[in-house]
């Protein structure tokens, strides 16, 4: 005697166990997939020049975009201090505008990239 197909048999003894299990397993594609698709944003983001925010400290900028701090510092007029300041608090601290330091800023930067270190 032939026996069934193991997937026959499945769904005509067990069909709940078994939609569960595609159920289950689609799931966890789904978010296998998303998983995947979020680490290539990340590093689509971490490869790149991210664009400048106020809420950007002066050291993750120099890092993010490979620059020297004291570089960056001195194009600032800012001292290194412990307390970690952002953008915002440097233009407010200099009574410029965020927008223009930024603008500034990110003008500086790619000429930065451009010339060899």
Excluded: C
């Excluded at 200099?94 to 990239?113: C, K, N, Y």
């Amino acid at each position: 005697m032939k026996r069934p197909a193991p997937l026959r048999f499945l769904w005509q003894h067990h069909k709940p166990t078994l939609l569960l299990i595609v159920l289950s397993l689609a799931v966890a594609i789904f978010f296998a997939l998303r998983f995947v698709n979020h680490a290539h944003d990340w590093h689509e983001i971490r490869a790149s020049n991210p664009p400048i925010e106020p809420w950007m400290t002066p050291r993750y900028i120099a890092k993010s975009w490979d620059v020297p701090p004291d570089r960056l510092a001195n194009f600032l007029q800012f001292q290194q201090t412990d307390k970690r300041p952002s953008i915002a608090e440097i233009a407010r601290a200099q009574g410029r505008s965020v927008d223009e330091l930024i603008a500034q800023l990110t003008v500086f930067l790619i000429q930065q990239q451009e010339t060899p270190q």
